[in-house]
């Protein structure tokens, strides 16, 4: 996912950073002002540009769970900006967090659609290719993710979310596909990333996690 160049500017020892994330569909704002925050020093600020109240709201929580400072402007109806201070306890919480891409034992995600959620197929699509790309921005991954009816078109050819899964499996993620429903969809041959799998393996890994994500 394509990011827009950061710009800002610096006084004494504080700068402030400013990313513009209009247009961008959650959770790219998050990720990209969680991202700045981490490069920033204490006292720093990052600003962020967006064009909804929701990517509001969600950057005014990434601030409380960080223990950040932020601040809300509106100019408009489509036209906002918020202002995350970083602080002495969001740079102690970044020192003593977590090694990035750290895989936790038994944690499965188990996707059986290509859609997330249901009601509108076209939403379901956008919300699980967010999804899966949040997936990557994680401190923590899980250890397996399975694939399984619908959700066979998203480890093959064509899919959108081939980046971010192929991302994944590059920091040790497990990525499995049902054969079954490869062979039911006559996509055997073009499964693009990770491996395939049965129903026997499936249950398996299931029956075994200590926790089961199903988006």
Partial sequence: MEN???????????SMVE???????????VVRAKKALAEAAVGDVVRVLIDNDVAVNNLKNLAASLKCTATDEKFADNDFAVSIEKGEAAQEAADCGCMPMAIEPNRVVSIGSQYMGSGNDELGAILM?????????????PQTMLFYNSGAFL?????ESLEDLRTLEAAGVEIL???TCLN??????????????????????QLNASVIVRP
């Fill in 19 to 29: 990313v513009d994330a209009r247009g961008q569909q959650c959770p790219i704002p």
């Fill in 4 to 14: 827009a160049p950061l710009a800002g500017w610096k006084e004494g020892n504080m």
């Fill in 155 to 159: 480890t093959c050819e064509g899919s």
């Fill in 177 to 179: 596909t049902c054969g």
């Fill in 184 to 205: 039911h969809y006559e996509m055997a041959e073009k499964l693009a990333v990770g491996g395939v799998t049965n129903l026997y393996v499936t249950a398996e890994k």
């Fill in 129 to 141: 290719k967010g999804f899966i790309f949040a997936l990557t921005q994680q401190d923590v991954l």
